[in-house]
């Protein structure tokens, strides 16, 4: 199961498209499990699970990094800033973030 984290500020926005990117995933076949947490309490998390990728919300693009370096020491952790146009919980920008994920894992 490839395993997603989300930064963000906190937001609903982030929840609501961390569920429909698991929805999209399931139905490309892929087993993702994605989790949202906020600036302050993503490291915790990242330190007791495997994460494959995290992606860096649109609107905290500007601590972008900060995250990567305090994120160095995770081999193999994919870490990358959501493209704003990916960003909305509806499936068919959902599917352009599936997409992109994808891609990077694949490099």
Known sequence: MMKVMFVCAGGM???MTAKKLEEVAKKNGVEMSV???GTTGYLGPLESG????????PQIRHRFDVIKE???KYD???VEKIPPNM???MEPIVKKLFDYIMEKVKG
């Open 70 to 72: 305090a994120t160095a």
């Open 35 to 37: 989790e949202a947490h």
């Open 50 to 57: 495997q994460f494959d990728v995290l992606l860096v919300a």
């Open 13 to 15: 926005s982030t929840a």
């Open 87 to 89: 960003y909305a919980p």
């Open 76 to 78: 193999g952790l994919i």
